[in-house]
């Protein structure tokens, strides 16, 4: 085995396989050439990939082991880890973008030479990039003296080990362009360790990117001083210049690599630092247009004893609890006057009382411009509804304003219609962004508008006519300078219409009225009393192979499509989700989405529900979702109504599932059916519809008696509706 040679674990070997990690140790029993572990512990040992590679190949386990799937591996079990593997890993697909012809010829070498030739190369590649190792700043552009670039160059020595996945990577690279390459290898690194990041989902960041890049004052230099992996500044569409910062130094590196693969030499300038910036800001004269952020919540130890006099503290010294106070000065004290800085915040930082006095002078010298609810489920912490505050720079040419925009999407504002997220449901599995961006941008962008071009002449405060109840509203800052100065938006929006007024619970009473009439019709028959039947059985895995039926799992691909839910299965639901724009972590070109099609039956593979729906022509042509699996019958063979009826049977489902700790699975491919003629399956297939369609009935009756409940609750308590 050659030295420094990549280990893999039985789930890797599982991947590589597309078995089970059960098949695994089966094959570790009973094959005594199977290879001896070579490192890991006795729970969970590693074993040398090349090794395994050769003996899946050997034993016909393995035709070809996937290019993306053997540089993750190599990636993973890299002997200086997965994180310096990746910085690797991003300064050569930097380098092969780049510098392609360069790139052919050092690796036209052997392996101890590439490394000596590839250092020399990355060092001055990553100069031009990203400017010398160390910077003495002049203060025009930010840096400080002294300041250390994120990503340093590799030595030989440190390369070395590195050079059979960097010539993987550039093959990976050739067949899905350098950007996406990267982009895989980051997402499966986050993928494979969720404890350790602290993500902006791309939904919330493009909708903070979207709140500076409007109005006539595009951003083209921004900042974000929390930077992370780098989704806020990668969700711009026309920067000039980037300039980011982090504590931890390993997402500083690939922050500067993620960002510098997503942008051209020409067209942006990207400059990332190492460090605490609240304590050591590496920009301090740095004036941007914009700025994002997504602090981190909650900390106490952010500098409160060494940061007293610090000159960022223009609106008032944070308290020690107060550290998102600290954060949105810091921005302000970045913005050039008018820019725009967007940072996401806990709910608690609009009314805490030790904060009071700084959010009445934010309001008071017209900084704080608009604060936004979202829905829970935006961003974790998952289970609260976080706020955006959207802020500006006063200056000498920015006239403060006497109004403040307060918008609230983190509930429905219209009970009856889809609703923007259900997080008794799913949270975040849940959100509609493109409803949450549609209400914050409707609201936001007249209000900019409006701000920037000035008032109409004697123009009241608070534009009531703009007002949305229970969305938005634009209220005069005098109305929030109370003891509290409480700008939490729920607080001060006019509520909504209860239940949409006496007409509308009038309308919801009179569909409740006739489905329970269609209950009662639908309502089944009390069936013929037989002995159990014992019909010849088969399993959906053997009607698979047959070709009687295609298994397909959802949960990959991009477009603007919508996207069926396990949460629409479960509640019978028009597709919910959507699918990203651009994909986050592929090896791209991105995977085709799996579209259902009419006579499609869908079940669910976690919960150990006994659901499974069958598509019909208004839901076709959505894509599947995560956790959700795909049974296409042949129409010759198999009677869909009928299979999605045995699916359900409530013994069926027990003999097929899986229990772990936290869930239990459901292995469709062990669900039984009875072999019978089609004719007979259309019976029973017959009889199936109709108790599904008696189940939509009951669900809809179910959800009318809440809404018009909880109207009548709402309407005689705000006097809307009177008692007769």
């Known amino acids: 085995m050659p030295e420094n040679s990549t280990e893999v674990t039985a789930a890797g070997i599982a991947r590589l396989a597309g078995v089970g990690r059960a098949a695994v140790s089966n094959w570790r029993r009973r094959h005594a050439d199977f290879p001896k572990p070579v490192g890991g512990t006795e729970t969970s040992p590693s074993f040398a990939l090349p090794e395994v590679e050769q003996w899946l190949r050997d034993h016909g386990k393995l035709a070809e082991v996937p290019l993306r799937e053997r540089v993750w591996q190599q990636l993973a079990g890299h002997p200086a880890g997965a994180v310096p593997a990746l910085v690797h890993t991003g300064c050569a697909l930097l380098l092969v973008r780049d510098r392609p012809t360069a790139w052919l010829e050092i690796t036209a070498v052997s392996d101890g030479r590439m490394a000596t030739v590839l250092h020399l190369a990355l060092n001055d590649l990553l100069t031009a990039r990203f400017g010398p190792a160390i910077e003495a700043g002049d203060g025009s552009g930010g840096g400080t003296s002294g300041c250390v670039r994120a990503v340093h160059t590799p030595t030989a020595d440190e390369l070395l080990p590195s050079v059979p996945l960097l010539r993987a990577a550039a093959e990976l690279a050739a067949e899905t362009g350098a950007r996406q390459a990267f982009e895989f290898l980051l997402g499966r690194q986050l993928d494979a360790n969720p404890r350790q990041f602290t993500l902006t989902p791309p939904g919330l960041a493009e ?122 000065q810091h921005a302000l ?24 006095r700084i959010r009445a002078d934010l309001l008071r010298r017209g900084a704080l411009r608009a604060v936004v609810a979202l829905p829970a489920g935006a961003a974790p912490p998952y289970g609260i509804p976080l706020h955006l505050w959207v802020l500006r720079k006063p200056g000498a040419g920015v006239r403060p304003s006497p109004e403040l925009l307060l918008v609230d999407t983190a509930e429905p504002a219209e009970p009856a219609t889809a609703t923007m997220a259900t997080p008794a449901s799913g ?55 109370d003891d509290d100065v409480d700008l939490a938006p729920a607080r001060h929006l006019p509520p909504p219409t209860a239940g949409g007024g006496p007409a509308e619970l009038t309308r919801v009473r009179d569909r409740l ?84 099609e009419p006579g499609d039956v869908v079940v669910p593979v976690l919960g150990g529900g006994t659901v499974a729906r069958v598509i019909d022509e208004a839901t076709a042509g959505a894509a599947l979702g995560r956790n959700l699996q795909l049974l296409r019958p042949d129409p010759a063979a198999l009677d869909p109504w009928f299979l999605a009826g045995f699916l359900r049977g409530t013994a069926n489902n027990r003999q097929a599932s ?67």
Not at 547 to 565: D, F, I
Not at 566 to 589: C, I, N, Q, R
Not at 695 to 724: A, F, I, N, S
Request: net charge negative.
């Open 333 to 356: 004290a970045h913005l050039r006057e008018g820019g725009t800085a967007v940072l996401l915040m806990p709910p608690a930082a609009a009314s805490r009382r030790s904060g009071r």
């Open 658 to 724: 899986s229990y772990a700790s936290t869930a239990t699975r459901l292995d469709a491919r062990r669900l039984q059916l009875p072999r019978l003629p089609l004719a007979e399956q259309q019976r029973y297939g017959a009889q199936f519809r109709a108790l599904a369609a008696f189940e939509d009935v009951l669900r809809l009756t179910g959800r009318l008696g809440g809404q018009l409940v909880q109207g009548m609750y709402d309407g005689l308590t705000d006097g809307t509706v009177t008692p007769k």
């Open 427 to 481: 949270g975040r599995d849940r959100l509609d962004w493109q409803a949450v961006r549609s209400a914050v941008l409707d609201a936001w962008e007249p209000f900019d508008r409006a701000e920037r071009t000035g008032p109409e002449p004697d123009a009241p405060l608070g534009r009531t006519g703009q007002d949305r109840p229970g969305v938005s509203r634009v209220v005069p800052v005098i109305e929030l300078l």
């Open 513 to 596: 009225t006739e489905t329970l009439r269609l209950t009662a019709t639908l309502t089944p028959p009390l069936a013929d009393l037989s002995d159990p039947a014992h019909w010849p059985l088969t399993t959906v895995g053997e009607l698979a192979r047959a070709g009687a039926l295609q298994l397909r799992t959802g949960g990959s691909g991009t477009g603007p499509g919508p996207v069926l839910t396990e949460y629409d299965v479960l509640g019978s639901t028009a597709p919910s989700g959507t699918l990203p724009a651009t994909p986050a972590s592929t090896d791209g070109p991105p995977e085709e989405p799996v579209l259902v």
């Open 207 to 328: 909708l903070m990117a979207a709140l500076v890049e409007t109005g006539s004052r595009p951003a083209r230099t921004v900042l974000d001083p929390a930077t992370g992996t780098g989704a806020l500044l990668r969700a711009l569409s026309r920067p000039t210049a980037l300039y980011a910062q982090d504590a931890d130094p390993d997402l500083a590196a690939l922050t500067a690599l993620r960002l510098a693969l997503n942008s051209t030499v020409e067209s942006c300038t990207v400059a990332v630092r190492a460090g605490d910036t609240l304590r050591a800001d590496a920009f301090p004269q740095l004036a941007v247009d914009a700025v994002l952020c997504h602090p981190p919540f909650n900390e106490r130890n952010w500098g409160h004893d060494e940061l007293a006099y610090d000159p960022r503290w223009e609106y008032g010294f944070p308290a020690r609890t107060e550290s998102e106070l600290a954060w949105v």
